[in-house]
């Protein structure tokens, strides 16, 4: 098969989904790999590079969608590439679909076969990992006093104590910020609604952070002396409250930090997407830092740890084809989004009301035996396709 990889133009966003290692690996599988000029020019990976692997150079976006029958890049499907994708065409992307409605309209009417990969990571996203360390770091940058914050030094210094750090979260991305701060020295909660999460993170941190059940009430109660939070929650996209009201926002200390990594609307009511051309904002006089692609701030790291763990996908799909790459891969195949005209993802179709048919029908698979994999979200629909 052609396998193109896409230069990513989403601004701030330095990081390509192929390195020059996956394009040996897929040249030795027998497939074609195109890749668009500069593609990994942000990353630290050159064109020369992609060639000495095997990879044909092309000029334009243009030429790797008439071309491929797969084609791949880091984020969001832009609208000046709408109109360039083609049926049958095979996308994998971070497509984030329950909050992109007109991408996903877009993915619909091409008829491609449009894979989401923020639900395709068996044991999390490198992305999830790079976001809460960086954002770890940058939170604690936003706490400088030449950038707004109250201008305490992470694990203190002598006679002056050191910073007060609140993580929403104990996943893959709440648990990378949490091993930073931990590590750093500062003095650090862990909040969720799993008290078995809450558990792990005692023994994975040898006792030396605190931990408290994620609600309201407790979030609350200690914002007032927390110096900075990091929201690490997948917050659904249907919930009709917030996780932090502005009344709690004005509850914390001038010059405190919220460092928003999850960047979804709704969880925190001060929020509002940045970038890293400007990435703060202050509100209540509390520092916001909402940067929503964090991970391209270490662009070599993570394009690495992302292409070496999407690599799977790839050869699975480009060397069994899609329907039987979703039967070995369960978490392939709760990622497959849009096939051949008809939505496939179950959040998708619950937020934008549009119906939708589950993978392993649409694929004709469901009588198979299907490696398994948990839903992605807690949000379900029954708003089927009617055949």
Known sequence: MKFGVLKDIKDGEFRVMVTPTEVNLLKNDGHDVYVQSKAGEGSGFYDKDYEKEGAVIVDSMEEIYSNCDMVVKVKEIEPVEYDLIRENQIIYTCIHPA???????ALLKSGCIAFT???SHR??????EAAGKQGALMGLESLLTINGGKGKFVSGLGGAPGV????????????AATSVLANLGAWVTVMDINIGTLRDIKREFNEKVNTEISNKYNIKKLLPEIDIVYNCVKWPKDSKEYLIDREMVKSM??????VDISNDVGAIETFHETTHEDPRYIEEGVVHYCVSNIPGAIAQSTSIAYAASALPHFRNILNSGVKEACVKDGFLRRSLTTYKGYLTHEETSAIQNRPWIKPED??????RELDFAPPATPTRSKNFVKK
């Open 362 to 367: 649409i694929l004709e698979i469901s009588d």
């Open 123 to 128: 044991y999390g996203s490198p992305n999830c």
């Open 253 to 258: 200390e001038k010059g405190s930090v919220i």
């Open 99 to 105: 909050a992109h409605n007109e991408e996903v309209e």
């Open 164 to 175: 007060k750090a609140l993580v929403l979260g104990g996943g893959t991305v709440g648990r």
């Open 117 to 119: 990969a923020e639900d």
